[in-house]
């Protein structure tokens, strides 16, 4: 093998991409620095990150074209990688600033596919790293995973002696057209073979009507009904805006076991209950929005590309009760999980992965369509335990969560340093928007809180109401950075 092939999803990323719609996840993070120790100075930094980069090799390789489309893009070493190309300095001081400009600009081609931006000083005297790769590289989790690559877990670092890197030699055209055609034949003996496995076993047969029926009713939930026309669906710029807020995580975990749902239902109202204010406030409907929900299929053995699937849930917005906003949220995603639809989801997937490009590459754009979700809302779990970049404890990490073509706000949550972090992505035309969705995330969740103290009752999970009255929703939002 000349090197390890984009997967169906991962190229379905790269083919989604185009010059006002980067696809590339990211984060912001500010640092604290202590008082009482050295300030790291970039050149520390990039050293430090350069020295870390043998416990991640992907990130020194680059992607290679299959000659005459006859495969996916391959990756493999670049034999003139510079860390100095992909490990920044910043000119200016402020975190959304240097986020706003990062974000808007695309990865460069013909380099492995991620930046590192650092600012040494930002205005309230905290360190300010903003990273972006593209989505074909890393999924949200993975990403978070590249912050906690470059991180420790004490104020002292572990040390790294960094081996000397040696790149292997990149493969030709004749290999490249072979490994490609080797794959083709391989997956069309795999499809014929498949008579032949459930004649060796013949419960593979009986399951097959269960299988066919939750794809089935995937298939219906992914497209019916159509969302309704948004303004959060604007035609797209290239220029980008991140706001965002953050609140305790106990806040969140609260509201959980008040109520008897997950975080992720958390995180999912208050979105619908921000996304809910804001139509109002443009005089639009309230009913007939959906999200696009990303859900981790990451098994713990991978660890590099996509392993998500997606569920397309109808948003709750259109109920003005915080608590009645959670308990469907909790119903319908619960339902939907119930049923087996990410997995039936990512099924599909693997069975496009064998089809001709043209039709794979329209697929995913269908499934990237505003006609099936206003906005993608990804809950990206973070780490738990306190982190260090160089002695400096990370203080916030806001995610970034890609816009697809047609869509003009995403919504990112992640959990760092006890807190949970929310990041509004939004096309340069929407800040406003962004920054008031981040207000609302942080209101509407006000709000839950203040209810706990309430004396209504914490319904059973099969006494919670809303299945019946639409789909539901999805993760996290955020509050504006400019307040």
């Known amino acids: 093998m000349s090197g390890a092939r984009l997967s169906p999803l991962d190229a379905a990323f790269l083919d989604l991409e185009s010059a006002?719609?980067?696809?590339?996840?990211?984060?912001?993070?500010?640092?604290?620095?202590?008082?009482?120790?050295?300030?790291?100075?970039?050149?520390?930094?990039?050293?430090?990150?350069?020295?870390?980069?043998?416990?991640?090799?992907?990130?020194?390789?680059?992607?290679?074209?299959?000659?005459?489309?006859?495969?996916d893009p391959v990756w493999v070493d670049d034999e003139h990688f510079d860390v100095?190309?992909?490990?920044?300095?910043?000119?200016?001081?402020?975190?959304?600033?240097?986020?706003?400009?990062?974000?808007?600009?695309?990865?460069?081609?013909?380099?492995?596919?991620?930046?590192?931006?650092?600012?040494?000083?930002?205005?309230?005297?905290?360190?300010?790293?903003?990273?972006?790769?593209?989505?074909?590289?890393?999924?949200?989790?993975?990403?978070?995973?590249l912050m906690a690559l470059l991180l420790d877990p004490t104020p002292e670092p572990e040390r790294d002696d960094a081996e000397p890197w040696r790149p292997a030699a990149t493969p030709g055209a004749p290999e490249l057209?072979?490994?490609?055609?080797?794959?083709?034949?391989?997956?069309a003996l795999?499809?014929?073979?498949?008579?032949?496995?459930?004649?060796?076993?013949?419960?593979?047969?009986?399951?097959?009507?269960?299988?066919?029926?939750?794809?089935?009713?995937?298939?219906?939930?992914?497209?019916?009904?159509?969302?309704?026309?948004?303004?959060?669906?604007?035609?797209?710029?290239?220029?980008?805006?991140?706001a965002w807020c953050s609140r305790p995580l106990e806040d969140l975990k609260l509201i959980k076991r008040r109520f008897g749902t997950t975080i992720n239902d958390v995180v999912l109202a208050a979105?619908?209950?921000a996304i809910r204010e804001l139509a109002l406030e443009h005089g639009e409907p309230t009913s007939g929005l959906r999200a696009m929900v990303p859900v981790s299929v990451r098994t713990e053995e991978e660890r590099w590309g996509n392993r998500i699937s997606f569920l397309y849930v109808g948003l709750p917005s259109d109920e003005p009760d915080a608590v009645a906003r959670l308990h469907r949220t909790h119903a319908t995603m619960r339902a939907r999980k119930d049923a087996g639809e990410p997995e039936s989801a990512d099924a599909a997937m693997g069975f496009f992965g064998g089809a001709p490009g043209v039709v794979r590459r329209f697929v995913s754009r269908a499934l990237a369509s505003p006609r099936l979700s206003n906005v993608?809302?990804?809950n990206i779990p973070g780490p738990t335990a306190p982190l260090y970049l160089m002695g400096c404890p990370v203080q916030r990490a806001y995610p970034i969560v890609p816009l697809t073509p047609g869509h003009g706000i995403s919504i990112g949550m992640t959990t760092v340093n006890r807190q949970a972090c929310f990041g509004i992505y939004a096309q340069a035309g929407l800040a406003t928007d962004a920054d008031h969705l981040a207000r609302g995330v942080d209101a509407a969740i006000d709000e839950l809180v203040a209810r706990c103290d309430c004396d209504?009752?914490?319904?059973?999970?099969?006494?919670?109401?809303?299945?019946?009255?639409?789909?539901?929703p999805r993760p996290p939002a955020g509050l504006s950075r400019r307040r």
């Open 84 to 145: 100095a190309r992909h490990v920044r300095r910043a000119s200016g001081h402020d975190l959304g600033e240097l986020a706003d400009e990062v974000m808007s600009q695309p990865l460069a081609s013909d380099r492995p596919l991620w930046e590192l931006w650092i600012a040494e000083r930002l205005d309230g005297g905290g360190l300010g790293v903003v990273g972006k790769a593209h989505h074909c590289l890393v999924d949200g989790l993975a990403a978070v995973e």
């Open 177 to 187: 057209i072979r490994d490609a055609l080797g794959e083709r034949l391989d997956h």
């Open 456 to 472: 209504e009752p914490a319904p059973a999970a099969s006494d919670a109401p809303g299945l019946a009255r639409s789909p539901t």
């Open 20 to 71: 006002s719609a980067p696809m590339h996840v990211g984060w912001a993070a500010e640092f604290a620095v202590p008082p009482d120790a050295e300030r790291p100075s970039f050149e520390a930094i990039r050293a430090h990150i350069q020295a870390r980069l043998g416990r991640a090799p992907r990130y020194r390789q680059r992607l290679v074209d299959v000659p005459l489309g006859l495969g």
């Open 190 to 242: 795999a499809v014929a073979r498949a008579p032949l496995g459930w004649a060796r076993a013949p419960r593979g047969i009986l399951e097959l009507p269960a299988r066919s029926w939750a794809m089935a009713c995937t298939a219906a939930h992914t497209t019916l009904p159509p969302a309704r026309a948004s303004r959060l669906n604007a035609p797209m710029p290239s220029a980008r805006h991140l």
């Open 271 to 273: 979105s619908a209950g």
């Open 376 to 378: 993608t809302i990804s």
